[in-house]
Nanobody, 121 residues
Framework: QVQLVESGGGLVQAGGSLELSCAAS????????MGWFRQAPGKEREFVAS????????YYADSVKDRFTISRDNAKNTVYLQMSSLKPEDTAVYYC??????????????WGQGTQVTVSS
C-alpha cells in the first residue's frame, strides 16, 4: 500500500489560488492512478480530479473543470492539485487517494489524512 500525506491547504479569498501537494511513500506510487476528493461538512465525499499512473490522462469533476489542474511527479512521489479562481463552495477537506482513477471513492485503497481548504467570500 501507499502512505499519503497532503499539505498546502489554508484560508484564501474567493478568486484566489492554492496548490495542494500529496507526498507518497511506498513502491507502488508510480504504478497507481491518483485522485483528489473533497468533503464539505454534512456532505458526502466527492470526486474532484484524477490522473493515470504515468500522468498521460486526467479527469475532472464538472464543478472544477478549467479551474483546477491535477499533475504528478513520479520521481518525487508527489501528486499536485493546482486550484485557481476559487469559490466559497470549494471549501472542504481535500483528500488524495491511490486507486484505479475512477470517480468512485470505494475504488481507492489508500487515503491521506486530508487538508482543509477554506475560501472566504
Amino acid at each position: 500500500q501507499v502512505q499519503l500525506v497532503e499539505s498546502g491547504g489554508g484560508l484564501v479569498q474567493a478568486g484566489g489560488s492554492l496548490e495542494l501537494s500529496c507526498a507518497a511513500s511506498g513502491r507502488t506510487f508510480s504504478r497507481s492512478a491518483m485522485g483528489w476528493f473533497r468533503q464539505a461538512p454534512g456532505k458526502e465525499r466527492e470526486f474532484v480530479a484524477s490522473i493515470t499512473a504515468r500522468g498521460w490522462s486526467t479527469y475532472y469533476a464538472d464543478s472544477v473543470k478549467d479551474r483546477f489542474t491535477i499533475s504528478r511527479d513520479n520521481a518525487k512521489n508527489t501528486v499536485y492539485l493546482q486550484m485557481s479562481s476559487l469559490k466559497p463552495e470549494d471549501t472542504a477537506v481535500y483528500y488524495c487517494a491511490s486507486g484505479d482513477g475512477s470517480r468512485l471513492p470505494v475504488t481507492y485503497d489508500s487515503w491521506g489524512q486530508g487538508t482543509q481548504v477554506t475560501v472566504s467570500s
